[in-house]
């Protein structure tokens, strides 16, 4: 029904994020051998963006989405909004959580791969 609105609103809040932070990334040095947290951002705003893109898709192949207002068939009528709003408040914001962890993960592992090679690198120095 409406589910990938959630994922979506979600990447333009990981979008608009991307950009303040770049602002803020170009007029401080980064450490060498650390990827920007802008760079990072950028992670979350393209998982979302394609997840939200992929569940349109199928919501525009079951048609559940239509090219007329109000685009969504189940904002006609008021009973079939809640049962929309519903699916959105279970199933969208569950799928944006999921989003979220998965890149919450990556940061994690992205995070011990540059601890090990700052390691490295200073042996690397020592030598």
Known sequence: MACFLVPAAEAVIAGVSTHKAKNKESKKE???GKI????KLGWLFKMSSLG???LMFEHVWHGEVVPFFPFLTNAVKAAD???MFH???TTGVLMAVLITMVW???LVAVHFI???SVKEAAKEATK
């Not at 920007?36 to 760079?39: E, G, K, V």
Request: glycine share 4%; aromatic share 4%.
């Open 30 to 32: 980064t450490k060498e």
């Open 114 to 116: 540059e601890k090990s």
């Open 104 to 106: 919450v993960g990556m």
């Open 52 to 54: 939200a893109i992929l």
């Open 36 to 39: 920007p947290f802008s760079t």
């Open 87 to 89: 699916e959105m408040a």
């Open 81 to 83: 909004r809640a049962e």
